[in-house]
């Protein structure tokens, strides 16, 4: 540096050492200079932005620029992009261009692109773009691929490939696909599909499902999936399901499951559920319904809840309810809710509501709320407000 005086001082640090408050400054420079308009704008020309305005360059801007235009098209030129502009490279760069564009011809050629220039390709590279096409069409062959060729198949690979369209074949018979071919099967393996086949069979007539072909079954299969029927129904019948046939119930099942359907109505009775039917019920079921049934309107009333039906108390009931709401109508005016009523409270309850709203609003007052009221302050309060 060289401050004023002319005389020249350094960093025996250097440079690198800056300390961080030093690089902050630098850096808090530098982009206060990054707003400059001229400085922008040279930006915007190094970086090819159409926003660039090379009137207002400098010769030595200019020239910088126009390098930075070069390599930027190099750049372009080396990764084949459409905005490249050959006749800006020079001689070396040329050369690296060509043999750039030669390499993502091979590469296009070998992975077998549309793109692929054949006549690019030297002999070398000619093999190995036809191993590589000849071995990717083997693995399509392979693997049933609609691309295969055929013809481009050696005798072995030709044997191979075969030998995976059988194998294909025969996992897609064992599986029941519609693309099995059974003229494909040798015997052993049609042996094999039919016993899946079976057995696939067996298990969806044992589960109930609409693929079971009954006249597949053996006679032990046919009694174990009968069995495997009425247990479900039987199941479906005692859970009340729509799936529920009562033709295929004995008498002691029916006994059961009707027996399951009063304990279930009597539970949804006593539980007030809608779908109760009342007429099921025997006299004392009657009797415990009705008793749930008050005990739960007692609760509902002593909640306030408009389910409650007065009627239906007893005179304790009703004095306890009331009882209930005046304690609840109370806490609600101490606290100062909008539901209090205050004809429901005591003259004593009246006035500890009213020591409870004074409270409040000294409160609302020392905190400076808009909800205070100072027509409601005392003397003494005023007096605590003023310290």
């Known amino acids: 540096m060289t401050p004023e005086g002319g005389r020249a001082y350094f960093f025996p640090m250097g440079i690198r050492r800056l300390s961080l408050s030093a690089a902050l400054t630098l850096a808090t420079a530098g982009l206060a200079f990054a707003q400059d308009p001229a400085e922008r704008n040279f930006f915007a020309c190094r970086v090819g932005y159409s926003t660039c305005r090379p ?20 750049s372009a030129c080396r990764n084949g992009y459409a905005s490249c502009k050959p006749g800006l490279l020079n001689e070396d760069q040329a050369e690296a261009v060509q043999t750039a564009r030669l390499a993502r011809n091979f590469a296009d050629c ?5 793109t692929c220039d054949r006549s690019l390709l030297d002999a070398d590279q000619l093999e190995a773009v036809e191993n590589e096409r000849r071995a990717q069409n083997f693995s399509a062959c ?20 075969e030998t995976a369209r059988l194998s294909r074949n025969y996992a897609a018979c064992r599986a029941g696909s519609s693309r099995c071919d059974p003229s494909l099967l040798n015997a052993d393996q049609i042996d094999a599909v039919e016993t899946e086949r079976r057995a696939q069979n067996y298990a969806d007539c044992r589960g ?29 019948c005692r859970s009340g399901f729509a799936g529920c046939d009562p033709s295929l119930l004995s008498a002691d099942q029916m006994e059961a499951v009707e027996n399951e359907k009063r304990a279930r109505n009597f539970s949804d009775c006593w539980n007030g559920a809608s ?3 009342e007429s099921l019920l025997t006299a004392d079921q009657r009797e415990s319904v009705r ?39 109370f806490a609600a005016c101490w606290n100062g809710y909008s539901s209090c009523n205050p004809a429901l409270l005591t003259p004593d309850q009246t006035e500890s509501v009213h020591t409870a709203r004074l409270a409040r609003n000294f409160e609302a007052c020392r905190g400076g709320f808009e909800s205070c009221d100072r027509g409601l302050l005392t003397p003494e309060q005023r007096d605590a407000l003023k310290r």
């Open 275 to 277: 779908r109760c039917d």
């Open 142 to 161: 392979w693997n049933g691929y609609s691309t295969c060729r055929r013809d481009l198949l050696t005798a072995d690979q030709k044997e191979s490939v």
């Open 55 to 74: 009137g207002e360059l400098t010769m030595e801007q200019l020239e910088i620029v126009e390098q930075a235009s070069l390599a930027r098209n190099y």
């Open 291 to 329: 008793t749930a049934s008050l005990a739960r309107n007692y609760a509902a009333c002593r909640s306030g809840f408009s389910s409650c039906r007065p009627g239906l108390l007893t005179g304790d009931q009703l004095e306890a309810v009331e009882t209930e709401r005046r304690a609840q109508n």
């Open 208 to 236: 109930g499902f609409p693929g079971c072909d009954r006249s597949l079954l053996t006679q032990d299969q046919a009694e174990a999936v009968q069995t495997e029927r009425l247990a479900r129904n039987y199941a479906n």
């Open 110 to 114: 070998r992975y077998g692109y549309a």
